[in-house]
């Protein structure tokens, strides 16, 4: 019982050095020791606009999309107004995150979690919804809804889609191809309100705008993590406990600022990175 206040609801781990540090996996630990080595970590999240640093967030999250929303309400108790528009990496893509930017107003250029794979043909939708929400597979059936098919229970968030009569279908041998037993019956678990957000997140990510927020996230949030981890040598926490780390960072971050606008002033650093052209296509 002890152990478990300490932890907090949230969370499944502590460290015995410092209670608020969360386990986790780093990205030193991706050749040696990947799942088995944890260190105690937490999750750093900043918000950056033309290279400055605008807003940051720790927290003891794991997992990136639990930090968005928080990380925005944060931007917003400082500045008194939600982003206009924004982009961010395919950990921060979930039903959740979409709806809250939805609801704010805010421009979503926010990946989803295989959106590499489906960009490059690795993968691809095996049915769709049509006008009445019902699921269609690739064979122009209409699949029965469900919670429970077979002792295969659906999530909370989405239900069971069962295309039944599988036997004699002429795209089998795509929609199986990777499961590991061929049935004659095939099964997808899916979430109306996701698949079209997700199709709406497409199109977004894909059109000139879209392009240009892309090639700015990664310059600009992974260019100030670069600045911050090598150049001001800053990989590892140096405090303990939620509040220290989190002044911390907040310094650091500042001194981020600091440097840029410095650079700024010698004439060394400019505020207007890339744009898309006028003429490019989606």
């Not at 290279?51 to 990136?64: K, T």
């Not at 939620?242 to 981020?256: A, D, I």
């Amino acid at each position: 019982e002890e152990k478990e206040e300490i932890c907090g609801p949230n969370r499944n781990s502590y460290y015995k050095t410092d209670h608020d540090a969360t386990a986790m996996c780093l990205k030193e630990d991706y050749y040696s020791g990947l799942g088995s080595n944890t260190h105690p970590a937490y999750n750093f999240q900043i918000i950056v606009s033309k290279g400055i640093i605008l807003s940051f967030y720790v927290s003891q999250d794991r997992n990136d999309q639990y930090a968005l929303i928080p990380a925005i309400e944060k931007f917003y108790e400082l500045y008194n107004f939600y982003p206009k528009r924004l982009c961010a990496d395919a950990g921060y893509g979930s039903l959740k995150n979409y709806q809250f930017i939805i609801d704010k107003g805010i421009e979503n250029y926010i990946k989803f979690a295989d959106w590499s794979r489906v960009i490059s043909g690795e993968t691809y939708d095996l049915y769709h919804f049509n006008d009445d929400g019902n699921l269609v597979c690739l064979n122009n059936k209409i699949a029965l809804k469900t919670r429970l098919y077979e002792n295969r229970r659906a999530h909370k968030s989405g239900f069971l889609y069962v295309i039944e009569s599988c036997a004699y279908c002429r795209l089998k041998k795509f929609c199986q191809s990777k499961l590991k037993e061929v049935k004659n019956y095939r099964i997808f678990e899916a979430n109306y309100d996701y698949f079209k957000l997700r199709k709406q997140v497409t199109e977004s990510l894909l059109s000139p705008k879209g392009i240009e927020m892309r090639v700015n996230r990664s310059s600009q949030v992974e260019g100030a993590f670069g600045v911050i981890k090598q150049d001001m040598d800053y990989e590892r926490a140096r405090r303990r406990g939620l509040e220290n780390v989190s002044l911390e960072f907040m310094l650091t971050c500042l001194g981020y600022n600091i440097r840029k606008l410095f650079l700024l002033i010698e004439g060394k650093a400019k505020l207007d990175y890339w744009r898309a052209p006028e003429d490019l296509k989606a």
